[in-house]
């Protein structure tokens, strides 16, 4: 550490061509991340798109007010937060599930047809998967409700979507039935890295299938479940909006209406774009505190993490 | 080793300069088109123009298409040399505008629908005053009556509505708005009873289902989906005496708005559904359906009643009319009803002669060439081209009998209702959502500017079983079932600006959340709990600051009369 500053500069200008080359990203990124972080100002002002930046008037807190006085706010967060709870639970359970079965797999046609086709609903837009979704549960001879009729298993016809409470249930499930294939690709990739030699040693000492997945396959991904938990913890407040949106209705509203939909009800479809500037800061400084909190915790633990 | 710093040098500078230019595209473009018009003058011989291509944004679901693509059109494109490259709506309204003012770049024609106040709030219009002036005869001769309606505060016309009416008014000669249907077959059975009341309604819906047991129908149905709302929460209003006003009923002598959400008049509507429910008449999907989904419910003939306005349920009715054409069975296809609570109300399904001020179509700032844009107005505002737009080509689309009054022959209605025609020839685009004499206007010559509201034309269109239908009711055309509407000079109210973000619009927001989350719990309820949950509503809506809201309307309605009567 000797001459500090100029033992910087001296290096600095040793590695002065790698410093210009970073120049032009270093401005990208000045441009395109952190200059739009000026638009943040918008939520502290009655916003008019046709007035120029100086002649808005300021309003100090009130959209936050607004936003957190609602009194459908606290609904909205508990729905938000339920939603990518389950999804986030469901996601994890289900796709991991799902991967360790196809590792198990030894014969290669059957895996990739089973991989196909979990993975294709993945490419269908939400309208469209929507579409399918409410079908299926229709009243009117939707599938789900003949089938649990032909079972006998239910009476009369069930409204799914007219029940706030199913709603979640149903929202995991389209979630899972969508993305489960695609979500398994990581865990499948990860699986690939294990040395096949350790399932031959835990194969010569007497391990069954359920030990070597538990005691090899389980471990050998844990890595990449955690990165990926942290991550995923991160986003908790982004539960997407298309399915919310277009399943919801009237009558599940109490459950279904996440934040985004409250957003773009009193905010955009409003022309008070103010507001859904202050949510969207609300949302980056909660997944910000979020995503601090688990990486610390992945560290305490002594896990891999994210940084 | 100097050569390679130089090199690598100049890649750097070679990014820099490519992100900088990135950046700083794309901002000049707006003017290249505007000098192609300069100097022109007046009079019809005009050097010809350079062809050239305009967008234009329509808030509504369909193809896009280029004009010139269109018989109609084509023919415009030959007069003025102007295209014009249409683009619907996909998706949310609301949230496509949005885009448009966040990115202050617009398509240089828009014709918003609700959102207009969006776009008027952020100053996306160009004033028009001059352009009319200078360049815009026709306009001027078509919309100077109306001018007090259509200026801003600040005095300037943003926006052309498509509602001035031209000429002698012409009443529609069948259902164009709202109504309670009802499906022929029901009427048929029961000796084309003359049905006034809602209870009589329901009760001849409740008799032919009994009739009819094991053939799978529904009794009554209602379209509650996001935008479309309205189509159940409106009636109480119709059923009263009222025409739709929107949210608010207007009282005739001292036009004081009340927003009736929480009247007597919604409860007995909805407890009259909540019946309906109980006894298994009522559509209970009605809550969870999709447009789509309740479009093909109609169309498939099961649905006995319902209520809703013509435009929304157009589609399904005209399949229902194709195929009772095919079969000659018309008992599948429906008939309005001016229905009401009581007997001695005056029904008032159809509107009174209005000006809609608060739709239409309006030139935006980003627009290359305003005045090649408002010539093409101008020259759509001609009679012949009227005519042309919604009539056709004279031998082809309409004939002129010895008189001179237009009329259709079989033929022509056929292939002029066909949906397919109707696009390629251009109707569909043509016939509304431009500048245009609005409905009910009529010819110098007396004949109607709308092919639909000629009498010929609707004596024509109705088939065997419509004119038996008619004279079952001693009627010459389904309008003249329903009572004439009174003179309401402030009408509609639903087209009352309301400023954007304003306690009012945040009201009616919260209002319709509300109603969407009571009106299925009330409907669907237990009758015995009717009453319970009803009070809930109540309560919660009394919560939302009515008063307030019904205080503006009030004002803005007494402005609105002011205006009209020239005050």
Redesign the interface.
């Known amino acids: 550490m000797d001459g500090g500053l100029k033992g910087f500069f001296h290096k600095l200008s040793k590695q002065r061509t790698l410093v210009f080359m970073s120049v032009p990203f270093l401005i990208w990124l000045i441009i395109f991340k952190y200059l739009p972080l000026w638009g943040w100002s918008i939520a502290f002002q009655d916003y008019k798109p046709a007035k120029g930046m100086f002649e808005q008037t300021w309003v100090g807190l009130k959209h936050f007010k607004f936003l957190f006085q609602d009194e459908h706010f606290v609904r909205v967060m508990r729905n938000t937060l339920a939603m990518s709870f389950i999804n986030l639970v469901l996601g994890f359970v289900t796709a991991i599930t799902l991967a360790i079965l196809l590792n198990e797999l030894r014969k290669v046609a059957f895996k990739r047809v089973v991989q196909t086709i979990s993975y294709l609903p993945h490419f269908i837009s939400w309208v469209v998967a929507s579409s399918i979704i409410s079908t299926a549960l229709s009243a009117d001879g939707g599938i789900i409700n003949d089938v649990l009729m032909w079972l006998g298993i239910i009476k009369e016809p069930i409204l799914w979507l007219g029940e706030g409470k199913y709603f979640w249930g149903i929202l995991g499930v389209s979630e899972v039935w969508k993305n489960v294939g695609w979500n398994t690709i990581i865990y499948l990739a990860a699986m690939t890295s294990i040395d096949p030699s350790q399932y031959e040693a835990a194969e010569i000492d007497g391990a069954g299938r359920f030990q070597r997945i538990w005691n090899i396959t389980l471990p050998g991904i844990k890595s990449v479940v955690v990165i990926l938990l942290i991550m995923n913890i991160g986003n908790l407040l982004e539960t997407g909006f298309e399915p919310q949106y277009l399943l919801g209705n009237g009558m599940n509203v109490d459950y279904s209406e996440n934040l985004d939909i409250f957003v773009l009800k009193y905010g955009i479809q409003m022309g008070n774009f103010s507001l859904s500037i202050a949510a969207g800061m609300f949302k980056t400084v909660v997944s910000f505190i979020l995503l601090f909190t688990a990486n610390h915790i992945a560290k305490r633990l002594g896990e891999d993490r994210l940084f | 080793m100097k050569k390679r ?1 130089f090199w ?2 100049c ?2 500078i070679v ?2 300069a490519s ?1 900088l230019s990135a ?1 700083s595209g794309g901002k000049d473009n707006s003017k290249a088109g505007s000098n192609t018009s300069a100097g022109s003058g007046n009079g019809a011989q005009e050097e010809k123009l350079d062809k050239v291509t305009f967008t234009y944004f329509n808030a509504v679901a369909g193809k896009d298409i280029n004009t010139n693509e269109t018989t109609i059109g084509k023919i415009f494109e030959e007069q003025t040399g102007v295209n014009f490259k249409i683009e619907h709506l996909v998706g ?1 309204e ?2 496509k505008v ?1 885009t448009f ?2 990115s ?1 770049s617009y398509p240089d024609v828009l014709v918003p629908g609700g959102s207009i ?2 776009l008027l ?4 219009f160009i004033p028009l005053n001059d352009l009319i002036d200078q360049y815009g005869p026709n306009i001027k001769r078509v919309y100077e009556p109306y001018y007090n309606l259509m200026k801003a505060e600040d005095g300037n016309i943003y926006f052309l509505p498509m509602s001035a009416v031209v000429g002698e008014y012409i009443s529609a000669p069948n259902i164009e708005q709202g109504a309670f249907w009802i499906q022929r077959r029901v009427l048929k059975e029961a000796g084309y009873p003359k049905i006034k009341t809602f209870d009589d309604y329901l009760n001849l819906i409740r008799d032919y289902v009994k009739k009819h047991p094991g053939e799978d129908l529904t009794g009554y149905i209602a379209l ?2 996001q935008d479309q ?1 309205f189509a159940l929460t409106n009636p109480p209003m119709h059923l009263a005496g009222y025409p739709n006003d929107g949210g608010v009923i207007i009282d005739m002598e001292s036009h004081e708005a009340n927003d009736y959400a929480d009247d007597e008049i919604t409860k007995r509507y909805l407890q009259e559904l909540n019946k309906l429910n109980a006894e298994g008449l009522f559509d ?2 009605s ?2 359906d ?1 447009r789509d ?1 309740y479009l093909a419910k109609i169309a498939s003939g099961k649905v006995l009643g319902f209520f809703d306005y013509r435009w929304q349920v157009g589609q399904a009715m005209n399949n229902l009319r194709e195929a009772a054409q095919q079969t000659g069975n018309d008992d599948l296809e429906y008939m309005a009803l001016p229905i009401v609570f009581d007997e001695n109300t005056k029904d008032q399904y159809l509107d009174p002669p209005s000006f809609v001020n608060n739709r239409g179509v309006g030139i935006s700032v980003s627009a290359k060439d305003p005045v090649r844009i408002i010539k093409y107005f101008d020259n759509l505002l001609t009679d012949e081209n009227q005519i042309l737009s919604n009539w056709g080509i004279e031998g082809e689309t309409y004939s002129v009998d010895e008189n001179g009054r237009f009329y259709r022959t079989e033929e022509q209605i056929k292939q002029t209702n066909a949906e397919s025609f109707r696009e390629s020839f251009g109707f569909k685009y043509f016939e509304y959502n431009w500048p245009r004499y609005g409905n009910g206007s009529s010819l110098p010559d007396g004949n109607s500017v709308g092919a639909g509201r000629q009498p010929e034309v609707a004596q024509m269109s109705y088939s065997d079983s419509d004119k038996k239908l008619l004279e079952a009711y001693g009627i010459k055309s389904f309008s003249q079932l329903f009572a004439a509407p009174d003179e309401r000079p402030w009408y509609p109210a639903w087209s009352i600006q309301i400023e ?2 304003s306690p009012a ?2 009201f009616t ?1 919260k209002k319709g ?1 509300l ?3 009571y ?3 009330l409907v ?1 309820a237990n009758p015995a709990e009717f009453d319970k949950i009803w009070d809930e509503y109540v309560k919660e809506f009394n919560k939302l600051g009515v008063k307030d809201y019904e205080q503006l309307m009030t004002d803005e309605v007494a402005k609105k009369v002011d205006l009209v009567q020239g005050k």
């Not at chain 2, 709030?121 to 996306?124: E, M, Q, R, Y």
Request: hydrophobic residues 30%.
């Open positions: 710093r690598l040098s890649l750097t990014m820099l992100l950046c949310d609301n949230t949005g003012i966040a202050n106040d969006k709030s952020s100053g996306s509650t989906t709302f209970k999907s809550f969870v999709n989904q954007q973000g619009q945040i927001q959340d109603q969407r989350k009106f299925p719990k669907l």
